[in-house]
């Protein structure tokens, strides 16, 4: 028998489950998250597998969903020493480098920044001729002072060859050793947005290194020799050496994890999801059992960037969301919250400040703690609070809605005992069985995918030449991210003409997904 570790850290809880090789559910354990995350990480994976009972050489697979560099950033701390170099002169000479990022990460980010001849028109002839002379003086300038390179070069999404040799020449000087971060392989159109991205994904480098290293030593010390993979925000998995490559998509992957558990716990593939944790409500949408991407740029740490997202409509409400009552019996719900403080700040655990769970509580709403130490309140006055909680997560609802036609809508999370069985605009309410741990059991489910997004011509190839190309290049992606070869198939394609380009140019995008390769030669 084979098993398989899953683990999602969130703000409050870090869940951990441990499935057989059919994805039954064996043990699951929800531990504080800790202010580091490894050591809550380390607790939660020691606890599922005592509770399991199940051999260690048995394990054979571990995932996690973690938040680490989305800390890091947003937190500033534990970045990497970064140089960011932009292919594109003399045509972007007018916009530096981290426009309108804040200026507390441009201090830790924006110490080594060029701008070097060189990038691409839209139509993929060149503005200028690579200046390789520049790139080595620059090489050889912040060799010793980075260890990590964000390279962008104007439209790589149609011509990346600038900035694979630059890449060439910065492993020449620096070393194979110095991660160099390539936008072509991270974002898409969009110039400011993509080398965003790039240096975000740089700066983390370290972050996603550490914490891979620290996952595999601490199951080895549990005398478990189980395979890598972590989570990455389109509810899918990747190998260890590929989320240090591209550490920036691991961000947002525990509400995609949980969108992707919903799936399989209800065997739905095209629903709401309403997500619940101790401080946040994360809602996303199911489309062919896959979370559905954002279209829109979005900010991480206060940089706007175009990698790709889930699409997603987060609130301040959770099981631990403070309620203030003031004394005319007028009410505020969050967005602050005791987060995983709740077992000791919260009422009905005897502490001293009255929180969402603890209105639940008292209305008969939900079954934890102890009822008696919220039986004083008046209840007219928390029906109103409660009344005010269901309509944030209504209203939230209606906003990720495409038509007014009522949807499925599935409850997971551990906060979700909050929430009744009936909301305005939901078909009807599904609360699976193990839904406090959707998320784990999201990351431990997971498939591997690989997705390419690029601009081609097809007056070159034709358009079904091109999308074969597409396609086979996705699911090679897939395959080097750690996926089965003889189950890869394409679960999503994409093609806009732009009209504005010539060569009849078009936006293909692609993604594949398969399940984990069994090959276990190969153990991290």
């Given at each position: ?11 409050t809880?870090?869940?951990a ?15 504080a ?5 490894s050591?809550?990480?380390y ?12 051999p ?37 000479l ?14 830790h ?5 060029y ?18 002379d ?17 390279v ?8 990346k ?31 400011l ?18 914490t ?60 709401l ?9 994360d ?18 740490g ?12 987060s ?37 001293d ?32 609070v409660?009344t ?30 909050l929430?009744?069985d ?70 999503d ?7 504005y380009l ?23």
């Open positions: 028998m084979s098993y398989r570790i899953g683990i999602d850290v969130g703000g809880h870090t869940d489950v441990l499935l057989d090789s059919e994805y039954r559910v064996i043990a699951k354990t929800k531990s998250t800790t202010e580091d995350v050591s809550g990480i607790k939660a994976m020691r606890e599922v597998i005592a509770k399991s009972g199940v260690r050489s048995q394990i054979h697979y571990a995932t996690l969903g973690t938040t680490h560099c989305t800390n890091a950033l947003v937190e500033r701390k534990r970045l990497n020493q970064i140089a960011s170099i932009r292919i594109g002169a003399p045509a972007t007018a916009v530096k480098p981290l426009v309108g990022v804040p200026d507390d990460l441009r201090r980010l924006g110490k080594y920044t701008i070097v001849r060189g990038g691409h028109e839209y139509d993929g002839s060149e503005i200028a001729k690579l200046d390789e520049d790139l080595y003086r620059i090489a050889h300038e912040i060799k010793g002072n980075v260890d990590s390179v964000a962008t070069s104007v439209f790589s999404p149609v011509s060859q600038h900035e694979l040799r630059a890449a060439e020449i910065l492993h020449e000087v620096l070393g194979s050793e110095i991660p160099v971060s390539l936008s072509h392989e991270i974002g898409s159109v969009g110039l947005e993509r080398e965003n991205a790039t240096i975000l994904n740089s700066a983390v480098v370290n972050v996603a290194k550490t891979a290293e620290g996952f595999v030593n601490a199951l080895k010390e549990e005398g478990i020799n189980a395979k890598v993979f972590f989570g990455q925000n389109d509810g899918t998995l990747m190998n260890v050496e590929y989320a240090i490559k591209y550490p920036i998509l691991t961000i947002a992957c525990g509400p995609t994890n949980s969108i992707r558990g919903a799936s399989y716990l209800t065997g739905l593939s095209d629903a999801v309403v997500d619940v944790g101790g401080t946040t409500t809602i996303g949408v199911l489309i062919n059992s896959f979370p559905r991407e954002s279209s829109l740029a979005v900010e991480i206060g940089a706007r960037t175009n990698f790709r997202m889930p699409d997603l409509v609130i301040g409400l959770g099981g631990g969301t403070i309620v203030r009552i003031q004394e005319d019996g007028s009410f505020t719900v969050g967005p602050d919250s005791v987060g995983y403080r709740l077992p000791e700040k919260g009422l009905v655990f005897g502490g400040t009255l929180t969402a769970t603890d209105v639940a509580v008292a209305l008969g709403k939900a079954d934890i703690g102890e009822q008696e130490k919220v039986a004083h309140l008046d209840k007219a006055l928390l029906e109103r409660y005010k909680i269901v309509e944030m997560v209504e209203e939230a609802i209606d906003k990720m809605k495409t038509s007014a036609e009522p949807v499925p809508v599935i409850l997971v999370g551990g906060g979700s005992i929430l009744p009936r909301l305005k605009g939901a078909s009807n309410v599904i609360r699976p069985g193990d839904f406090g741990v959707a998320n784990a059991i999201g990351a431990g489910i997971a498939q591997v995918s690989g997705q390419i997004e690029r601009v081609f011509a097809l007056d070159e190839l034709g358009r079904e030449k091109t999308l074969e190309l597409a396609k086979q290049m996705a699911i090679e992606e897939a395959i080097t991210a750690g996926a089965d070869p003889d189950t890869v198939k394409i679960v394609i994409e093609d806009v003409p732009l009209a010539p060569g009849n140019a078009t936006r293909v995008r692609v993604k594949a997904a398969g399940t984990l390769a069994a090959n276990l030669e190969k153990v991290n």
